[in-house]
Structures are given as structure tokens and as C-alpha cells.
Antibody, heavy 123, light 113 residues
Framework: QVQLQQSGPGLVKPSQTLSLTCAIS??????????WNWIRQSPSRGLEFLGR?????????DYAVSVKSRLTINPDTSKNQFSLQLKSVTPEDTAVYYC?????????????WGQGTLVTVSS | DIVMTQSPDSLAVSLGERATINCKSS????????????LAWYQQKPGQPPKLLIY???TRESGVPDRFSGSGSGTDFTLTISSLQAEDVAVYYC?????????FGQGTKLEIK
């Protein structure tokens, strides 16, 4: 059974960097048949895919256009986890952030999700 | 980006009756080389993350009751709950994975009449 456990602060000041981690159990961040995603949800923007990292003989990343200049997603094979770093946050980045697994080799539908982290951007 | 539009925004159905939710994509999500529709459906209850119900437009995820079914192709898709149960009260979302934007619909809130 795959489990995703999120960790990270719930309050970030404007202009600072939002950092979250998703620890994986029951699968590997280096799997050739999965992808590891960050998705957020807010009343104003709904469910929004932010980006993903995945391994297919080498590491790849995809980022949403809306956050591409500010977002980094990194795998950590030693700890079997992956992370999100979103720079220069504003109140618009306030949302519940989820990590999720993209299933099978296409990895486009999300079958396992973390518990969610409410991140508030406020001074 | 592919825009996903769901209808209706909210829906009230009597217990045991059929519920139908529609999803329309701004461009086709049918990949011609394999004839697969890159479309998923999720259920979200308050305080919980979304739960995958259907992928490839019509393949039920393991453990999902068979009263849930997905249909459609190209740009028009439907999620049907054949006989509504009390535990089906939730918000339902469609999502395309035809391109890496992985866009979601705005959600349909399903309630008991």
C-alpha cells in the first residue's frame, strides 16, 4: 500500500520560499512506472497541477506555466521522498498543497495523495 | 492549456436515483496512436484529498463500487452514479492528462434531494 506523508510549515511570509516534503512508502521515487506530483487547491483557483518529477532512465521535471519561474521539484533517492520549493510567494499562493502519485507509465491520473498541507502566505 | 468545463455546477439527486455529471474539454483528449482518452474522474469529500474513481475515461480504479461508471470520447465525457448512496455526497472533478498541464474541471457538488 502506497502512502504519502507531507511535512512543512503552514505559514510563510510574503516574498519568502515555501518548502514542502513528501515522504513515500510502498513505492520508490525512482520508479519507472510512476511520477511524483505537487497539486494545490484554493477557492479561487480550484485544483491546480503545479509540477512533477519522474525517472525514466534519467530524471525529468514538468512545471505548470503559471509557476515555472518560481518552482523547483526535487527527488531525494536517499530518503525516498520529493520536495517542492516555491520562491517569492504572495498571498495568491495560499492554498492546500497536496503531493500525489501519477500512476502507470503515463503517470497522468493520480491514485495516491498526501494528506494535504494548508499553507497560508501572510506577514 | 486545455480547459475542462463541468456541468452542472451542483446537482441534487434522490437516494437510489441516477446522477449524471458532464465534462467537456476545449480540445480532444483522445490520443489517436493508442485510442485512449486521457481523462480521469475524482471524488472529494470535505477535509480529504481527491480520490481517483475513473481513469482512461472509463476504467474504474480498484476498489471503486461498480455504481460509478465513466463514458465518452474526444471532448465530451460523463460520470454516472447508477444508484446514489448517502456516502456519494461529495464534489466530483474531471481532469485531463493529454498534456502536461493536467488541468481539472471546476467541480460539481453532488447532494441528496
Amino acid at each position: 500500500q502506497v502512502q504519502l506523508q507531507q511535512s512543512g510549515p503552514g505559514l510563510v511570509k510574503p516574498s519568502q520560499t515555501l518548502s514542502l516534503t513528501c515522504a513515500i512508502s510502498g513505492d520508490s521515487v525512482s520508479s519507472n512506472t510512476a511520477a511524483w506530483n505537487w497539486i494545490r487547491q484554493s477557492p479561487s483557483r480550484g485544483l491546480e497541477f503545479l509540477g512533477r518529477t519522474y525517472y525514466r532512465s534519467k530524471w525529468y521535471n514538468d512545471y505548470a506555466v503559471s509557476v515555472k519561474s518560481r518552482l523547483t521539484i526535487n527527488p531525494d533517492t536517499s530518503k525516498n521522498q520529493f520536495s517542492l520549493q516555491l520562491k517569492s510567494v504572495t498571498p495568491e499562493d495560499t492554498a492546500v498543497y497536496y503531493c500525489a502519485r501519477g500512476k502507470d507509465s503515463v503517470a497522468g491520473s493520480f491514485d495516491y495523495w498526501g494528506q494535504g498541507t494548508l499553507v497560508t502566505v501572510s506577514s | 492549456d486545455i480547459v475542462m468545463t463541468q456541468s452542472p455546477d451542483s446537482l441534487a439527486v434522490s437516494l437510489g436515483e441516477r446522477a449524471t455529471i458532464n465534462c467537456k474539454s476545449s480540445q480532444s483528449v483522445l490520443y489517436s496512436s493508442n485510442n485512449y482518452n486521457y481523462l480521469a474522474w475524482y471524488q472529494q469529500k470535505p477535509g480529504q484529498p481527491p480520490k481517483l474513481l475513473i481513469y482512461w475515461a472509463s476504467t474504474r480504479e480498484s476498489g471503486v463500487p461498480d455504481r460509478f461508471s465513466g463514458s465518452g470520447s474526444g471532448t465530451d465525457f460523463t460520470l454516472t452514479i447508477s444508484s446514489l448512496q448517502a456516502e456519494d455526497v461529495a464534489v466530483y472533478y474531471c481532469q485531463q492528462y493529454y498534456n502536461t498541464a493536467h488541468t481539472f474541471g471546476q467541480g460539481t457538488k453532488l447532494e441528496i434531494k
